[in-house]
């Protein structure tokens, strides 16, 4: 009985976890398969690579198109894709927080000014074909 007390515990300590932790893997690509599958237009996903983007066609069996701008659409598989995202709303509360954050002694300001930039000249900008585009504006703070 003692030359078989050892196997039998190791046995458990080392087929437990395993068994375990496969079927903790099998639950999150059922969960995984049924998000791909449960796409549909309109609703607002992200990619494994960090895209946000709005679903704009769901019919192709491995790819799906994915607005990221407007006018904007991509092509990408299924597979990347990672979560739906609930899309954000403002309340009323955050837009008044908003207003009385920008309000600096008085004065209101913006939260979009752009940097200095150096001026350039029409000349300059002729001669070289060169033109500066102005900064992005991400609307994050």
Known sequence: MNQL???LLLLL??????????????????AQKDLQEGLAPGDRVMTTS???GFV?????DTTIDIEI?????TTWLRQAVREKVEPTVETEEDSVEETETDTVGGVASTSSEAPAQESISAEETEKSGAQ??????????
């Open 5 to 7: 007390l050892l196997p």
């Open 13 to 30: 300590v080392v087929a437990v976890p395993l068994i375990m932790g496969t079927r903790k893997q099998k639950k999150q690509q059922a």
């Open 50 to 52: 960090g895209l946000y």
């Open 56 to 60: 704009a066609d769901a019919s192709g």
């Open 69 to 73: 701008a407007p006018g904007v659409i």
């Open 132 to 141: 500066v585009a102005p900064p992005l504006e991400h609307g994050k703070k």
